[in-house]
């Protein structure tokens, strides 16, 4: 019963590459080119750190449901070196009897050979960066890849066998019309991907987008347009088959992203190689985001760690509220006073009577969550809850 004890905690484990073909002028990520890089070194590196987490305490008490290897680009390598990655961390590391293993791709990344290679080492989802299904909107957010290459790619997908595959768009874009946005979306339906993940273009300040936004050079679709193209979204998903589960995602029955839920429930997870950020139980570790200091500490056999955190209880207390309120069926009031000891309404008191009396925000049946009022504009709902 002990050593039941000991392993019933389920968490995520994620694997990051920082590579990929070229950067996107609109990406923030911890990316880079692959030119110039030690892409071998790296992947080495990667599975000294999975080796010195395999024998920590913290990891012997948890099984990982889920592992996702994202980027960057991960499909930059051959899939022999992805594969031994995979297969080496299922070795190493405690999973459960059947974790949900992801890989990210682009399309221009991928061959038949690599994919079988990949499903024969146990990946069982495959998350391909398509964006648009426009060749004039893909050159103009600086993508390597064409719409026909991505058609490629999710045909390849599917004479593999892939039986989970997610499908990323994003709306929002230079020049992007609602009409355009509309073609895209009824293109990913007619391929039928069991999961979408549908972004609005975000442009962060420390990226090339951001340079061009503040010289008035960035073109964006106006607000209203925006809006009317987040507001085209729902309707023909669900007569589809997909179900909202989140913010930004939909999958059919069965298929919601284990990986992106122990996320949004705030639960832990181990992040591996540069960059990456690992949560255990609560404390909050980032990596060195530099590839080549990362090899170099983990061949001198020291830790490639830059910073950690500890948050206040309250602190995380808000946190897991804020995340869990990302799920469209919310938060359970009764878990958070079980972990924090603490309940939404007693916490912030007049802020979220205020959010209630406002429609954005209710109670049903213990799940705190967002209205469908307030679902388009929860990054300004959720702000007054940090």
């Not at 990929?20 to 990406?27: A, D, I, L």
């Not at 992947?43 to 990891?59: D, E, S, V």
């Amino acid at each position: 019963m002990h050593a039941d004890l000991l392993t019933s905690v389920v968490a995520g484990l994620y694997i990051h590459i920082p590579f990929c073909v070229s950067k996107c002028p609109y990406c923030s990520f911890a990316s880079r080119p692959l030119a110039g890089q030690d892409p071998t070194g790296y992947l080495a590196a990667i599975l000294a750190q999975a080796r010195a987490m395999a024998n920590h305490p913290w990891t012997r008490k948890v099984r990982f449901a889920s592992l996702y290897v994202g980027g960057g680009t991960p499909t930059v390598y051959p899939g022999a070196d992805l594969a031994r990655l995979i297969e080496s961390c299922l070795e190493l590391l405690p999973f459960t009897a059947a974790p949900e293993i992801s890989v990210e791709a682009n399309p221009n990344t991928v061959t038949l050979e690599k994919l079988q290679t990949l499903r024969r080492a146990g990946v069982n989802r495959l998350s391909i960066g398509v964006q648009s299904f426009s060749d004039r909107l893909l050159t103009a957010i600086g993508r390597a890849h064409t719409a026909k290459e991505a058609h490629a790619a999710l045909d390849l997908a599917r004479a593999t066998g892939f039986p989970n595959l997610n499908l990323d768009l994003i709306y929002g874009l230079p020049g992007q019309t609602l009409a355009d946005w509309q073609t895209s979306l009824a293109t990913a339906m007619a391929i039928g991907p069991e999961h979408l993940s549908l972004y609005e273009l975000m442009v962060e300040s420390d990226t090339p987008f951001g340079d061009l936004q503040r010289a008035g050079k960035l073109a964006l679709p106006a607000e209203d347009e925006t809006v009317a193209m987040a507001e085209a979204i729902c309707a023909p998903l669900m007569a589809g088959g997909y179900a909202r589960y989140e913010i930004a995602n939909y999958s059919r029955p069965g298929y919601q992203c284990t990986q992106n839920l122990i996320y949004w429930h705030n639960d832990s997870y181990l992040g591996l190689g540069a960059g990456a950020v690992s949560s255990f139980s609560g404390l909050r570790i980032k990596t060195v985001e530099d590839p080549a200091l990362f090899i170099k500490l983990l061949q001198a056999g020291g830790t490639p760690f830059l910073e950690a955190e500890g948050l206040p209880l309250e602190a995380s207390f808000r946190e897991t509220v804020i995340m869990g309120l990302r799920l469209v069926k919310g938060v359970a009031v009764r878990d958070l006073e079980q972990r924090f000891g603490l309940t939404p309404r007693a916490y912030y008191g007049a802020v979220l009577r205020k959010l209630e009396d406002q429609g954005l925000i209710e109670e049903v049946a213990g799940q705190l969550r967002l209205t469908r009022k307030g679902l388009p504009i929860a990054n300004q709902a959720l702000a007054r809850l940090v």
